[in-house]
């Protein structure tokens, strides 16, 4: 009987297919060439087996016939084929688009491990109104109500509270004593540096919401008299984002810098994976430049598409109103700079991530989508090595305001315009710093014309002071041991 073969010898290859991989012989070591020819020869025999021509290569064809080998099979299948075929290069090497679970199934996942980790009397109530249905006909109460984001902090928030009961031995429950063992947990916290009074904050806050949700029966006036008092306290306290605020200017020029050095690091690139370092860097680059000229929230520009968002010329973002937090359209104006950037940057760094019919503007290093803590996460790193300051997504858009501020302090409105802020009492804030900005300018420059009147300095120069800088001990000891020098009498 015959014995079964999986692969043609090269004896019975054609002729011009033989001479072809002969040809790349001298570039290919002992063991490589032998494990290649036995690759090749396996195609052969699959296509001569199927009747299909040799040089029919498509990306159903070479899923159907390598979904059995092992991923290291399948790289030298790959490699042989484009050996003898260049053409099929773009087929076989390109990326494929990964599976992805959609936003509804994670945030169910995240209900379900949360739900979890619960009390039963809690988890019994919440289920329902956490509920997802995969037909989105019929969501719990909650998850119309709120948006995705609101649902995953206030869960989040609950389990680590329930969590923080059971490691100190309280009943897993908000109860004024539970609450207020956390809260002494967090000012301890507070004081050693390592928590912000602005997170207390927003502990009671998630946990007020939720609750009070969940339990509409008990009695929350407790709890949000308690939110309510710390919202005070919290007024007095910077925020985290206020020491985070960086020259817009500034912003741009390191993005432009950034966007050359990526360009000079894929030009130097000798491998995959060099080229996906520097698209990397292009990327963060880019979202910076972005958000400096249109400060969109990250989770829109994230997910900017460059079929659907950008115009054709490319100077205008355009979000429906489903796109974004304040459900209302949102377009932008792009500069010719930035318009640049994205043409390029769609063309050289994209392109080497990006799978086939990919067309959002922001990709993971493996071709997937961004996401948007992803996004800020890395561009608050690249801050942190030029301006030694942790700048992410969202202080940008306060850098914007600040910068608005300090240009034209008498537009102040127009800061919550351009951010788009729904909440009256934000552009109350940008307005009252204004004034104060408005009155320091008044009153800088009716001290310049006052001293110009006089012909005096509006600001006195610093005395030079006399005193002479002390010596060190080591070197008045070594000024005294130099030769020549009289030895001091006592």
């Not at 299909?52 to 099979?73: C, E, G, M």
């Not at 990326?95 to 509804?104: D, I, V």
């Not at 459900?327 to 990006?354: G, K, N």
């Not at 408005?438 to 006089?454: F, H, K, Q, Y």
Request: glycine residues 4%; contains cysteine; hydrophobic residues 40%.
């Amino acid at each position: 009987m015959a014995k079964h073969r999986i692969s043609l010898p090269p004896a019975e290859w054609p002729v011009e297919i033989r001479d072809r991989f002969e040809a790349h012989a001298d570039r290919l070591g002992v063991h490589q060439h032998r494990r290649l020819s036995l690759c090749l020869g396996r195609w052969l025999k699959a296509a001569r087996d199927e009747g299909v021509p040799p040089n029919h290569v498509t990306a159903n064809l070479w899923h159907a016939r390598t979904s059995s080998f092992r991923k290291d099979a399948r790289n030298a299948l790959r490699q042989a084929v484009v050996l003898v075929y260049p053409e099929a290069r773009a087929i076989l090497f390109a990326r494929e688009a990964p599976k992805l679970r959609s936003k509804r199934a994670k945030l169910a996942a995240l209900i379900e491990r949360n739900l979890a980790r619960w009390p039963e009397d809690w988890r019994t109530t919440a289920a329902p109104m956490l509920h997802i249905d995969p037909d989105e006909l019929s969501d719990g109460i909650l998850i119309q109500a709120w948006s995705p984001q609101t649902v995953k902090g206030r869960v989040q928030y609950l389990s680590t509270h329930f969590a923080f009961c059971r490691k100190n031995g309280l009943s897993p429950d908000v109860t004024r004593q539970s609450v207020r063992a956390n809260l002494r947990d967090r000012q301890t916290r507070c004081t050693a540096g390592d928590l912000r009074i602005g997170g207390a904050l927003v502990y009671l806050d998630q946990l007020c919401g939720i609750a009070s949700a969940i339990r509409p029966d008990r009695d929350w006036k407790w709890l949000r008299k308690t939110r309510d008092r710390m919202k005070k306290i919290a007024r007095h306290h910077p925020s985290r984002n206020d020491s985070r605020i960086v020259e817009i200017p500034e912003l741009r020029d390191a993005a432009l810098k950034e966007l050359a050095a990526a360009d000079k690091r894929q030009t130097q690139a000798m491998n995959h994976r060099q080229r996906v370092a520097a698209h990397t860097r292009a990327r963060t680059a880019l979202a910076m430049l972005l958000l400096s000229e249109a400060p969109v929230r990250i989770e829109s520009a994230a997910n900017i598409a460059t079929d659907r968002h950008l115009s054709e010329d490319g100077r205008t973002v355009t979000l429906q109103a489903h796109e974004t937090k304040e459900r209302a359209m949102d377009t932008r104006q792009l500069s010719d700079e930035a318009v640049a950037a994205i043409r390029h940057f769609v063309s050289h760094h994209r392109a080497v991530v990006a799978p086939l019919g990919e067309t959002r503007l922001f990709l993971a290093d493996d071709g997937a989508p961004l996401s948007a803590a992803h996004l800020s996460r890395t561009i608050g790193d690249h801050c942190k090595e030029v301006f030694d300051k942790r700048t992410t997504a969202h202080p940008i858009r306060n850098s914007v305001a600040s910068y608005i501020l300090s240009e034209a302090p008498e537009e102040a409105g127009l800061a919550s315009l351009i951010l788009h802020h729904s909440d009256p009492e934000t552009t109350n804030a940008y307005t009252a710093t204004a004034h104060q900005v408005i009155a320091g300018n008044r009153l800088r420059e009716s001290r310049a014309d006052a001293a110009t009147s006089v012909g005096a300095l509006a600001r006195p120069r610093r005395m030079q002071s006399s005193k002479k800088k002390p010596r060190s001990l080591r070197a008045e000891l070594a000024r005294r041991r130099k030769p020549g020098r009289p030895s001091q009498q006592r």
